[in-house]
């Protein structure tokens, strides 16, 4: 065993494009996991440096798993998530005027369900401890959300980040629990 592990950091050291590359297939892999096949296997892929890891096709891009997160949470935007991110980021408004989806079926990271720069849980901000497997669902006017439910843990799609600029529908994926 000693003597696999020393021939394989040698590898490492001798060659220093394996390490790279294997990284670089493992973030592929993440990221596919974030969205259907049909979505993931014809989408861009990117690390969370803007480093294109894949070129694609189909509109979606998709992204591994951050590593500065607790969670598992490897996603796949359309072009209005992509905005509404760069948004989100920046603390700008977002601005799409079409439908948007983004998968998150690997899971997610806890967070706050009223809050969407929380970093821990408080009495008032409705923390969600396990992000489960989903979709998000981003509508051109947010007002036409008013009727649906906020509470994540009513069975069904709720509305996350209600009264801010970063309001979507959370759908959890059938046979997993939020």
Not at 89 to 117: F, K
Not at 119 to 142: A, C, F, K, Q, Y
């Amino acid at each position: 065993m000693r003597r696999a592990i020393l021939t394989a950091v040698a590898l490492l050291l001798v060659v220093p494009g394996i390490g790279s590359a294997q990284d670089k297939a493992a973030k592929i892999s993440s990221a596919m996991s974030a969205g259907p096949e049909s979505v993931s296997k014809h989408a861009k892929v990117m690390d969370w440096d803007n480093t294109v890891l894949r070129e694609g096709n189909n509109g979606f891009t998709c992204f591994p798993d951050r590593p500065d997160t607790p969670g598992n949470d490897p996603m796949c935007l359309d072009e209005a998530w992509l905005n509404w991110a760069h948004a989100w980021m920046t603390e700008t408004e977002p601005s799409y005027d079409q439908v948007g989806i983004g998968y998150m079926l690997a899971g997610g990271t806890p967070s706050s369900n009223t809050d969407p720069y929380a970093e821990g849980p408080t009495p008032d901000n409705e923390w969600i401890s396990e992000g489960g497997p989903h979709l998000m669902m981003l509508v051109p006017d947010p007002s036409t959300l008013s009727d649906m439910p906020t509470d994540p843990s009513n069975g069904g799609p709720w509305v996350m980040w209600r009264d801010t600029p970063y309001v979507h529908i959370m759908i959890p994926t059938p046979g997993h629990g939020m």
